[in-house]
């Protein structure tokens, strides 16, 4: 299959071997690695992976979101507002913030600043974390987010 780029497609849709390394990628991070260990395989169906360009924003500062990001190659700029604060390398995990944010605002914008393609995994937190503020959901709907966040602290 043809990967466009800047986009994101379902782990599923790759091949076996592919899902094996981003799974050893993922519990390489304490964060990642209990998110793995309380939703397993529901989690891993849910695993998105996308190529991206230069200046490609994977989080954009202010946007609301719960998703998680894990750069597998290339390299990307943190910026608050429109400032570089940071430069990072591959793997690097980012938008964790988001998981723990009460009111789950991106703090920064993060964007791809090298020249070949970036392997980008997106982790969908946002399907499985309960917002609070939704008063709709009933509580025995979202059992998994306290193993959660009893594996995250």
């Not at 690097?92 to 988001?98: R, T």
Request: with cysteine.
């Amino acid at each position: 299959m043809q990967w466009e780029s800047n986009q994101y497609y379902s782990l599923k849709e790759a091949d076996p071997m592919s899902l094996k390394i981003v799974i050893s990628l993922l519990k390489a991070y304490p964060l990642t690695k209990g998110c793995l260990d309380a939703l397993g395989v529901q989690l891993q169906e849910k695993l998105e992976f996308g190529f991206f360009n230069i200046g490609q924003d994977i989080i954009v500062e202010g946007e609301s979101g719960r998703d998680i990001f894990l750069l597998c190659t290339g390299k990307m700029d943190v910026l608050v507002n429109n400032q570089i604060v940071v430069k990072m390398e591959s793997p690097s995990l980012v938008g964790e913030k988001g998981i723990i944010s009460e009111n789950s605002k991106r703090a920064a914008t993060i964007r791809i600043t090298d020249e070949d393609e970036a392997l980008v995994v997106k982790i969908p937190m946002g399907s499985f974390l309960r917002d609070f503020n939704d008063k709709s959901i009933r509580d025995d709907q979202f059992t998994q987010v306290e193993k959660i966040y009893q594996n995250l602290f």
